[in-house]
């Protein structure tokens, strides 16, 4: 049998209902919310501050740190707070996803940290975290490129479908999750990790969807961030 | 001929195209890549001329030469005092720079300048390292004793001075307070009276959350009656 129609109506194509906001943390220098279907991430940046311990300081440029945390009560099933083996993963690979945009010549010898929340999990938490995360680090006001977006794309069962959800995941024929990390101007990939088996061709196919829901990605993104400083200047 | 894609004044977020074309030069908060020019952060779009260039909505302070800065005393080491004015780095305050008064070498260093005590400095330099040295030989560099410091945006610090200082002016007449404001966003408030000195915050804070709004001087004066 083959996968028809999903779960919940939508076209293969077709990313679940995202909304953004940026400055949702006073505390933090800049900050987002990212959601996307039932998934929530929320990021904060603080810095560029000191970076202690000394031997990690480097003089010729900034350095980016990301840490990614799922909070316990995010899944159905509690899970143990605190750093894991794959948080831990999820956090360098969020770094490395962002890491080609950030511009941190300006500030040698200090760290930018991102803190990625993710407060509500339903399947493409990492995607969440890293749009939620070029949010936050625009609103806290460091040098960018360019805005990242990241969403996942995969197979389920036999079709190609963009923004997976957790029942997709665990579709019981068989699925494969594919998280795509893109830079909008120049189309070049940041992130690209695969779980389960797909054909070279089918990847080809996928990764254009992913690109197609990116740039779609970015201009809620960027209205997110222009609906917070709207009314500034003039 | 260059194409400029937004007008001027518009607000722009990272990534966005601003100029396409070889004839228009990249200033401050935009970089060049391949022939456009790219905004770098959150801002308002300034074309002058040939020039293209970004008022910055968002960041922090980013020390320049020549300001006049209010720093607080983090720590000290044995040739000056290391203050925090806002930036990523601490500046330094080197001792012969600390005051125009002679200071013994052997000197107890807390006696002149202690922890967390605050003084407006002036920047005399800035190396691309992000060491910032700071001097307080000058008029009106001293020691600010007593009082509140509070900690706005650096980019809303024109606003809060106002037009030839006509803000400033207000909140220091009409709340009756000693009112000093970094370029850094440090601003230092003192008065005699508490309620006095809650009000000039609190006056404050307006301005930094409504600093776009028109007619602001006329609310403010309004607040204060």
Redesign the interface.
């Known amino acids: 049998m083959s996968y028809t129609k999903r779960k919940d109506g939508r076209k293969f194509d077709e990313m679940r209902k995202i909304k953004a906001e940026v400055g949702v943390i006073k505390n933090a220098?800049?900050s987002a919310k990212f959601q996307i279907g039932d998934t929530i991430a929320i990021a904060a940046v603080y810095?560029?501050?000191?970076l202690y311990p000394k031997f990690l300081q480097n003089?010729e440029e900034?350095k980016l740190r990301c840490n990614y945390n799922m909070l316990s009560f995010s899944v159905d099933e509690r899970i143990r707070p605190g750093p894991s083996r794959r948080s831990k993963e999820i956090g360098l690979v969020t770094e490395r996803a962002l890491s080609p945009?950030v511009?941190l010549k300006?500030?040698?010898?200090?760290v930018v940290d991102v803190f990625v929340e993710i407060i509500q999990a339903d399947a493409g938490t990492r995607c969440a975290g890293i749009c939620a995360a070029a949010m936050a680090l625009?609103?806290?006001?460091?040098?960018?490129?360019?805005?990242v977006s990241a969403v996942s794309v995969g197979k389920v069962g036999d079709k190609l479908v963009v923004d997976l959800d957790k029942s997709e995941e665990d579709y019981e024929e068989g699925a494969t999750d594919m998280p795509v990390a893109i830079l909008?101007?120049s189309d070049e990939i940041s992130l690209l990790q695969l779980d389960g088996e797909m054909e070279a061709k089918e990847i080809i196919k996928a990764l254009e969807m992913a690109k197609k829901a990116c740039l779609e990605l970015n201009k809620i993104k960027?209205e997110a961030?222009?609906k917070k400083?709207?009314?500034?200047?003039? | 001929m260059g194409k400029i894609l937004v007008k001027n004044k518009e607000m722009v977020v990272p990534g966005e195209v601003i100029v396409e074309g070889m004839d228009y030069l990249p200033a401050g908060n935009v970089f060049r890549e391949n022939d456009k020019i790219i905004a770098e952060t959150i801002g308002l779009v300034n074309v002058d001329n040939r020039l293209v260039k970004l008022i910055p909505l968002t960041g922090f302070y980013k020390a320049k030469k020549n300001d006049v800065v209010i720093g607080q005393v983090r720590n000290i080491t044995f040739s000056g005092w290391l203050m925090d004015i806002g930036c990523s780095d601490l500046a330094t305050l080197n001792l012969r720079d600390a005051s125009s008064d002679f200071i013994d070498k052997k000197a107890d260093l807390t006696k002149i300048y202690n922890f967390n005590d605050t003084v407006i400095a002036k920047i005399t330099n800035v190396t691309k390292t992000g060491y910032i040295d700071l001097t307080m030989r000058g008029p009106g560099l001293t020691k600010l004793r007593g009082g509140r410091l509070i900690k706005v945006a650096a980019s809303k610090v024109p606003r809060i001075i106002g037009k030839q200082g006509s803000m400033i002016h207000i909140i220091k007449e009409k709340t009756n307070c000693k009112v000093i404001v970094g370029q850094n966003g440090f601003v230092w408030i003192q008065s005699e009276d508490p309620v006095n000195e809650k009000k000039a915050i609190d006056t404050i804070r307006l301005i930094e959350k409504e600093s776009t709004t028109e007619g602001l001087t006329e609310k403010v004066e309004g607040l204060l009656k």
């Open positions: 220098n800049g810095g560029p501050r000191n003089p900034g945009t511009n300006e500030f040698p010898n200090a625009a609103d806290a006001g460091i040098p960018m490129k360019d805005l909008p101007r960027k961030i222009r400083y709207k009314g500034e200047g003039k």
